[in-house]
Every structure is written in structure tokens, then in C-alpha cells.
């Protein structure tokens, strides 16, 4: 494992959970396909919800935040971070290694809760395959949706400018190098039953429908 990386060998368990990425671009419908996988019992660890709990007042993250940008709060944040290269580092280093050192510990529980057994868990998050810490999982589902459609619901839920829409999609990975990455596809170009539909598909095939 390359440092920076997640392990998914429990120290609770003799046992390493079956960790699998869940990424997907922006508004590509990847927190929707999460909420299906719970749906079915599998565990699922939200990134953004840990970045969430971070920032929020009492957080570990908040009071860096609010001495770095003079807030915590996200759509400020983002707005200036992806116009200023440097604010994004600066952000990603103090977001980065908490959100780490969380989602360990979620795992680490998880685990805990299931001695003696090699249990699938989700682990949902944005930039996996920009960062390359999807290399050190068991595989990585991609919710694939094309770029117009993502950009189109960007700017429909969070009230982005169209020029702050693109630069968003731009920094992160393209179709392509995703879809290169993963090793499944869900389709998420139809209804929200079809995502449904391939989310229990996909656990059919694993094994994993109770």
C-alpha cells in the first residue's frame, strides 16, 4: 500500500473488509447510487460527509479553515479554491489527512462489528481516481454520466455560474480516465430506478443481495 492510501485490513478484525470505491464526476448521481447500496445493507462511507462533520464548528478541520480562508464554509471555499491553485492545495492539505484518519477508524468499526467475516463496505467519494487512492481498494464502481448532463445539474442544484460549472468539471478527471479506472460501470444517463436497478444488479453479482 502507497502512503497516502487506504488499507483495507482491519486492526479489530483478522479479517480485511471487501473495500470498494464508489466515485463518479460531479453531479454524475454518485451519492444517489450510495443511498441504493445502503438501500440493499451494504455499508457505505461518505467522504463528503466526513469533510461535513470536519468543517462544521467543534470539527477538527473548522478552526484551520476558518484561519487559512476566513470561513468553513464549503461553497465559499469552493468558489475560491478553484480559482486559486495554491487555496486548493492549502484546503486539500488540511482536509486530506483527517478525512484519512476518519474513514480508517470507520472501517476499523465496521470490522469490529462483524468478527470472523469479510464484509463489503462502500466507500464513496469524489477525486479516487485523481488521487489514486482507488488503486489500493478490492475494485471501483464509476457512475458514468455524460459531461453535459453533469454540468447541467451543477448548475441547476448549487446555483453555480456557468464559467465556475466548467471549471469544476475541468479539474477533475475526464470521462475517459474514469472509465479507464473503474472496474464497473453504472449508467446513470436514465431514471433514478434504473441507477436502482444497476446498483442490485451489481450486488447480485457480488454476492453480496441478502
Same mark, same amino acid.
Given at each position: 500500500?502507497?502512503?497516502?492510501?487506504?488499507?483495507?485490513?482491519?486492526?479489530?478484525?483478522?479479517?480485511?473488509?471487501?473495500?470498494?470505491?464508489?466515485?463518479?464526476g460531479?453531479?454524475?448521481?454518485?451519492?444517489?447510487a450510495?443511498?441504493?447500496?445502503?438501500?440493499?445493507?451494504?455499508?457505505?462511507?461518505?467522504?463528503?460527509?466526513?469533510v461535513r462533520?470536519?468543517?462544521?464548528?467543534?470539527?477538527? $478541520?473548522?478552526?484551520? =479553515?476558518?484561519?487559512?480562508?476566513?470561513?468553513? @464554509? &464549503?461553497?465559499?471555499?469552493?468558489?475560491?479554491?478553484? /480559482?486559486?491553485?495554491?487555496?486548493?492545495?492549502?484546503?486539500?492539505a488540511?482536509?486530506?489527512?483527517?478525512v484519512?484518519?476518519?474513514?480508517l477508524?470507520?472501517?476499523?468499526?465496521?470490522?469490529?462489528f462483524?468478527?470472523?467475516?469479510?464484509?463489503?463496505?462502500?466507500?464513496?467519494?469524489?477525486l479516487?481516481v485523481?488521487?489514486g487512492r482507488?488503486?489500493?481498494?478490492?475494485?471501483l464502481?464509476?457512475?458514468?454520466?455524460?459531461?453535459?448532463?453533469?454540468?447541467?445539474?451543477?448548475?441547476a442544484?448549487?446555483?453555480?455560474?456557468?464559467?465556475? $460549472?466548467?471549471q469544476? =468539471?475541468?479539474?477533475?478527471?475526464?470521462?475517459? @480516465? &474514469?472509465?479507464?479506472?473503474?472496474?464497473?460501470?453504472? /449508467?446513470?444517463?436514465?431514471?433514478?430506478?434504473?441507477?436502482?436497478?444497476?446498483?442490485?444488479?451489481?450486488?447480485s453479482?457480488?454476492?453480496?443481495l441478502?
Amino acid at each position: 500500500m502507497r502512503k497516502g492510501q487506504l488499507s483495507t485490513r482491519s486492526t479489530h478484525s483478522k479479517n480485511p473488509v471487501e473495500l470498494w470505491g464508489l466515485t463518479g464526476g460531479v453531479a454524475s448521481g454518485k451519492s444517489a447510487a450510495a443511498g441504493f447500496f445502503a438501500e440493499f445493507g451494504i455499508p457505505v462511507i461518505d467522504a463528503d460527509q466526513i469533510v461535513r462533520e470536519l468543517s462544521a464548528p467543534g470539527g477538527a $478541520a473548522h478552526k484551520l =479553515l476558518v484561519e487559512r480562508f476566513g470561513t468553513a @464554509e &464549503r461553497k465559499e471555499i469552493r468558489e475560491l479554491v478553484f /480559482q486559486d491553485p495554491a487555496a486548493r492545495k492549502d484546503l486539500e492539505a488540511i482536509i486530506h489527512p483527517l478525512v484519512q484518519a476518519e474513514t480508517l477508524n470507520r472501517i476499523q468499526l465496521l470490522a469490529g462489528f462483524h468478527p470472523g467475516k469479510r464484509i463489503p463496505v462502500i466507500y464513496e467519494a469524489a477525486l479516487l481516481v485523481e488521487t489514486g487512492r482507488y488503486q489500493s481498494m478490492d475494485g471501483l464502481i464509476v457512475v458514468d454520466c455524460p459531461r453535459e448532463v453533469r454540468k447541467a445539474r451543477l448548475i441547476a442544484r448549487s446555483g453555480h455560474s456557468p464559467e465556475l $460549472a466548467e471549471q469544476i =468539471l475541468n479539474s477533475q478527471a475526464s470521462e475517459e @480516465e &474514469r472509465r479507464a479506472a473503474a472496474t464497473y460501470l453504472l /449508467q446513470n444517463s436514465g431514471s433514478l430506478e434504473q441507477l436502482r436497478e444497476g446498483v442490485k444488479r451489481f450486488i447480485s453479482e457480488r454476492g453480496w443481495l441478502k
